[in-house]
């Protein structure tokens, strides 16, 4: 059935040396939408320089897609491995022109560098040396990711992404309020049992927003976060998973895998548990 959502463009910023990244973050993306759009409403939209950019003369490249491409996002991603980029005439590189005007105009930037193993021979030294210099100039500014493998990029980009939107405040100023429609699927905070509530709350303590349904010999328990509930009885461990499938329902949270033990805060989860 159709719906209708927000749309925010996600401004994916990386010199040409992270291809597979890129592939990555695309994909994560992908992934927040097919399991968060409908629920939330909100959609993202990846947008890059190798995707998104034209032909056109008459000004300098990078402001090209500064003005037709990164003006309109309200994310961007950043990431790096080996190469800084070419310089700009405003700024070392066009990815840190990208990123140094995207933060001035008040809309957050994640940065991802990665650390995986690199043939010696293939490395550019300055070009390294200015990647080296760009991380300690923003760890300066806030918090940066490093990540060893793309596996890692994929696993911590896609808890952190779900957190930046739940928890930014520009972000959160664009999503706005639920809409009128959304209410009638979805139960109001007050209108979540106590156990649903405390059981939402749990997993929100804690960044990736995960709660577990877990068997231990004979017995089984829900954690969430540093919480555990559910342990002693079969009708104590009943009335927690009711309360797990209330947040499901309410599509407050999602279950990951197939195995049916992990299940993870939605964005709408997030913010419902700001308010519990």
């Not at 890129?22 to 409908?38: F, K």
């Not at 696993?155 to 779900?162: A, P, R």
């Not at 139960?187 to 929100?204: D, I």
């Not at 279950?255 to 049916?260: L, V």
Request: hydrophobic letters at 40%; proline letters at 4%.
């Amino acid at each position: 059935m159709a719906y209708q959502a927000t749309v925010i463009p996600v401004m994916i910023a990386s010199p040409g040396d992270v291809n597979e990244e890129r592939d990555i973050i695309r994909a994560v993306i992908h992934d927040w939408n097919d399991i968060n759009a409908r629920a939330s409403r909100v959609m993202l939209s990846a947008v890059g320089w190798d995707t998104h950019a034209s032909p056109e003369l008459g000004a300098r490249p990078q402001q090209l897609i500064n003005d037709r491409i990164l003006t309109d996002c309200d994310l961007l991603i950043g990431v790096f491995w080996t190469r800084l980029g070419t310089p700009t005439g405003k700024a070392a590189s066009g990815t840190v022109e990208e990123i140094e005007a995207h933060v001035a105009s008040g809309k957050p930037a994640m940065l991802y560098f990665s650390s995986r193993p690199v043939a010696p021979d293939s490395i550019d030294p300055a070009q390294y040396a200015n990647v080296r210099e760009a991380k300690t100039k923003w760890m300066q500014q806030g918090l940066v990711e490093g990540f060893d493998d793309s596996e890692e990029l994929r696993h911590k980009l896609s808890k952190q992404l779900s957190f930046c939107l739940a928890k930014n405040s520009y972000l959160q100023g664009i999503i706005g309020a639920p809409r009128e429609e959304d209410t009638n699927t979805r139960p109001a905070s007050a209108e979540l049992s106590a156990e649903a509530k405390t059981l939402l709350k749990a997993g929100a303590s804690q960044n990736d927003g995960h709660i577990w349904k877990l068997a231990f010999g004979s017995g089984e328990y829900i954690q969430a976060g540093e919480q555990t509930f559910g342990e002693g009885s079969n009708r104590e461990m009943a009335r927690w998973e009711a309360a797990l499938e209330e947040l499901v329902h309410a599509q407050l949270v999602v279950a990951r895998g197939t195995a049916g033990e992990l299940f993870e805060l939605t964005h709408e989860g997030w913010t419902m548990a700001d308010q519990a």
